[in-house]
């Protein structure tokens, strides 16, 4: 491989990575203000103006905090803001499961390891058995550098979750990192996004239609089966919209309906 495609591809990581911080950011940003306008007006009830003197300092602290955050190489932890309780381990760990997504484009299965990821199979059966990735857009595609097609974000923009994180898993499946700092995810690979904090899987998954390197940071929890990967690779073939390298994909997916069954 050329050193001019190799530095293509690494940005195209980089890119992708500088990403899922910002999105995650954006929802502390967001954590932070809803929490300071809910204790400005309880504060106003007791003591009147005083509490425009109280929210004012904390926002002062909020605004040093962010700007100490952006220059440091990764955004503080986020696990603590974390508000809704992970779900029960209701699954067989020593199990194989399938996840079966009716979407746009045609049937996307792939089957999941228990025995491997329990955290993340559990969580995506919970989420799967109350409809919650029912009527939901898989928002981004990437077409250069990496190729994924990411889904799981009810809001569709990148910035949804179920409230909860689930811990990193198989993390060392794909082998050990290269010089780089890279493993090869291979064609089929379903993974989960993160923000790049440890532990910081959702609802956001990533399916892999072509040869990827990435850091494995990023738990592997699925394979495709052949049929569902042609069709993936159909989205990623008909590009993004606008003809950009990452962002909607131009053949939008829409998953109508997800199941988790044991297989």
């Known amino acids: ?93 020593k199990a194989t499961y399938t996840m079966s997504l009716d979407t746009s484009q045609g049937d996307i299965a792939f089957s ?41 974000d009810p809001k569709g923009d990148g910035t949804g979750g179920p409230g909860y994180n689930i811990p990193d898993e198989n993390l060392d499946a794909l082998g050990k990192a290269g010089d780089d700092g890279t493993v090869v995810y291979p064609p ?8 790049g904090q440890p532990d910081s899987g959702g609802s956001q998954f990533f399916l892999v239609y072509k040869e990827t390197k990435l850091p494995p940071t990023y738990t592997p929890f699925g394979t495709m089966d052949d049929a569902s990967l042609k069709a993936v690779e159909k989205v990623g073939a008909a590009g993004v919209e606008g003809g950009a390298g990452d962002g909607a994909p131009k053949k939008a997916v829409t998953v109508e309906k997800v199941s988790v069954e044991k297989s």
């Open 1 to 93: 491989m050329s050193s001019s495609e190799q530095r293509r591809r690494q940005l195209a990581r980089e890119k992708f990575e500088r990403q899922q911080k910002r999105r995650e950011e954006a929802r502390r940003r967001t954590r932070r203000i809803t929490a300071i306008v809910a204790a400005s007006v309880a504060v106003v009830a007791v003591v009147g103006v005083s509490a425009f003197v109280v929210a004012g300092k904390d926002d002062d602290k909020d605004k040093k905090s962010e700007a100490a955050a952006d220059q440091t190489p990764t955004p503080e932890p986020s696990e603590s803001e974390s508000k809704a309780p992970t779900p029960p381990m209701k699954i067989d760990k």
């Open 188 to 195: 089929g690979t379903v993974a989960m996004a993160n923000t």
């Open 112 to 152: 999941m390891d228990a025995a491997k990821t329990p955290e993340t199979v559990n969580s995506f059966k919970a989420l799967a058995d109350k409809g919650y990735f029912n009527d939901t857009k898989c928002h981004r595609l990437t077409t250069q550098g990496i190729f994924v097609l990411q889904c799981g």
